[in-house]
């Protein structure tokens, strides 16, 4: 018999305020449901290896927020002891709604299981929170619905919070609202590899993510960020980030290079996590290589204003 557990159940992508809401009445649950001793029930986030779109209709999931690792860690900082990833088969997604709870019971005895106002589950997401309330009550576990919670993006608008919000918001380059409905700036990472190096040749020297980190993530629109990079020692330095196919030399592939400020060595095959800040500018050609460096210095200033002048009037417009 496993020990008795709170979870919840979900997708959990981007893991934002929403999601940290849920983890956060989980954890305050786990003490109200305490056995004495020993102590607060465990929580527990229960999740999928891929969505279940991906199973259910194959080439329909939305590119992901986070990946694995970054997932795994923001559960964990959102409150989650344990992640436990159900591998997202046809055979778990085609259970009735009553055979999945059943399935959730025996393997992890929740005495609560805490989820947002739009939570289904089962076969054709039969079941909602009505049902859920109704087999907790045969089971011996309370069902908690907790209300969508909301950010105010730069333009003050009060939104409710969601995945696909912040997708969209991502997707148009609008990071520092992406980061107020998340709660923490949005990042890749991935290995520094080698590009063409004409940013070396320029003065500029960037390093670039390997694309195999891009696939299957949403990634900002074209365009100069603001970011952080943070390097696998832990030390972090201002960096301007162009994402986009580099128009001036007429490249098609997307690459997302980063120009570290003050950094000095070498970074390839090391691990680099890139923080998102602020949208500076879009990507455009430039009409000789002149140009392109004054831009880019240009670029290392405002990156480095964006350090000490966070969350300006101005953001990534529609």
Same mark, same amino acid.
């Given at each position: 018999?496993?020990?008795?557990?709170?979870?919840?159940? #979900?997708?959990?992508?981007?893991? *934002?305020?929403? *999601?940290?809401?849920?983890?956060?009445?989980?954890?305050?649950?786990? *003490?109200?449901?305490?056995?004495?001793?020993?102590?607060?029930?465990?929580?527990?986030?229960?999740?999928?290896?891929?969505?279940?779109?991906?199973?259910?209709?194959?080439?329909?999931?939305?590119?992901?927020?986070?990946?694995?690792?970054?997932?795994?860690?923001?559960?964990?900082?959102?409150?989650?002891?344990?992640?436990?990833?159900?591998?997202?088969?046809?055979?778990?997604?085609?259970?009735? @709604?009553? @055979?999945?709870?059943?399935?959730?019971?025996?393997?992890?005895?929740?005495?609560?299981?805490?989820?947002?106002?739009?939570?289904?589950?089962?076969?054709?997401?039969?079941?909602? $929170?009505?049902?859920?309330? $109704?087999?907790?009550?045969? $089971?011996?576990?309370?069902?908690?619905?907790?209300?969508?919670?909301?950010?105010?993006? $730069?333009?003050?608008?009060?939104?409710?919070?969601?995945?696909?919000?912040?997708?969209?918001? &991502?997707? +148009?380059?609008?990071?520092?609202?992406?980061?107020?409905?998340?709660?923490?700036?949005?990042?890749?990472?991935?290995?520094?590899? !080698?590009?063409?190096?004409? #940013?070396?040749?320029?003065?500029?020297?960037?390093?670039?993510?390997?694309?195999?980190?891009?696939?299957? +993530? &949403?990634?900002?629109?074209?365009?100069?960020?603001?970011?952080?990079?943070?390097?696998?020692?832990?030390?972090?330095?201002?960096?301007?980030?162009?994402?986009?196919? !580099?128009?001036?030399?007429?490249?098609?592939?997307?690459?997302?290079?980063? *120009?570290?400020?003050?950094?000095?060595?070498?970074?390839?095959?090391?691990?680099?996590?890139?923080?998102?800040?602020?949208?500076?500018?879009?990507?455009?050609?430039?009409?000789?290589?002149?140009?392109? +460096?004054?831009?880019?210095?240009?670029?290392? @200033?405002?990156?480095?204003?964006?350090?000490?002048?966070?969350?300006?009037?101005?953001?990534?417009?529609?």
């Amino acid at each position: 018999m496993p020990a008795p557990s709170v979870i919840t159940i #979900g997708n959990f992508d981007g893991v *934002h305020l929403g *999601h940290r809401a849920i983890l956060r009445h989980c954890r305050q649950l786990s *003490h109200q449901h305490a056995d004495h001793p020993p102590g607060p029930l465990r929580v527990i986030a229960v999740t999928f290896d891929r969505p279940p779109i991906a199973v259910l209709r194959p080439g329909m999931e939305p590119p992901l927020i986070d990946d694995r690792a970054s997932h795994t860690a923001q559960l964990r900082d959102a409150g989650a002891d344990e992640v436990v990833y159900l591998e997202a088969t046809r055979a778990l997604l085609g259970l009735s @709604a009553e @055979a999945f709870v059943e399935m959730l019971v025996e393997r992890f005895a929740p005495r609560a299981i805490v989820e947002g106002p739009d939570f289904r589950f089962g076969k054709g997401r039969r079941g909602d $929170h009505a049902l859920l309330n $109704h087999l907790g009550s045969e $089971h011996g576990f309370d069902a908690v619905r907790l209300p969508r919670e909301t950010a105010v993006l $730069h333009n003050r608008q009060v939104v409710p919070v969601s995945s696909s919000l912040v997708r969209w918001l &991502i997707g +148009r380059g609008r990071v520092e609202d992406a980061q107020r409905c998340l709660g923490r700036p949005f990042a890749v990472s991935g290995e520094v590899v !080698k590009g063409e190096q004409r #940013g070396r040749t320029i003065g500029v020297p960037t390093a670039n993510l390997a694309p195999a980190a891009l696939e299957g +993530r &949403i990634i900002p629109t074209d365009g100069v960020y603001a970011c952080e990079a943070e390097l696998d020692d832990g030390r972090a330095f201002p960096a301007a980030v162009s994402v986009g196919t !580099k128009p001036t030399f007429g490249q098609q592939q997307l690459t997302v290079e980063a *120009h570290l400020v003050d950094f000095e060595g070498d970074l390839y095959g090391r691990p680099l996590t890139l923080r998102f800040a602020r949208w500076l500018r879009d990507q455009y050609p430039f009409p000789g290589l002149e140009s392109l +460096r004054r831009q880019l210095r240009q670029d290392i @200033a405002d990156t480095a204003d964006a350090q000490t002048t966070p969350d300006p009037v101005a953001t990534k417009p529609l």
